[in-house]
Nanobody
């Protein structure tokens, strides 16, 4: 059974930092994973993704502030979030693809992924 478990969310003031983690288990690790977020009343949007070869892509709104990385041995995905803004308040989800992938804009789309975690809440106060 595939499991993705996010952690590291919390409350932080504007300009602060958080590091999210996503521990994966129970499936053949494709190394193709992403982070999404969903604010109240809004659609889920792609934030960052890492392709099978380790290359990364980011939404324009987080470029230069967020960094996605992974530890293949621990089968864990990370999202380092710096200079957080109030509009970053959302539930953050990690996602994994069953098959390997090459880098592309489509990795920031929900349809690219087969498995999802339950999410971790991030709240940024002004």
């Amino acid at each position: 059974q595939v499991q993705l478990v996010e952690s590291g969310g919390g409350s932080v003031q504007s300009g602060g930092s958080l590091r999210l983690s996503c521990a994966a288990s129970g499936y053949t690790y494709s190394r193709c994973m992403g982070w999404f977020r969903q604010a109240p009343g809004k659609e889920r949007e792609g934030v960052a993704a890492i392709a099978s070869d380790g290359t990364t892509t980011y939404a324009d709104s987080v470029k230069g502030r967020f960094t996605v990385s992974r530890d293949i041995g621990k089968i864990t995905l990370y999202l380092q979030m710096n200079s957080l803004k109030p509009e970053g308040t959302a539930m953050y989800y990690c996602a994994a693809r069953a098959q390997d992938c090459r880098l592309g804009w489509w990795l920031l789309r929900q349809y690219a992924y087969d498995y999802w975690g339950q999410g971790t809440q991030v709240t940024v106060s002004s």
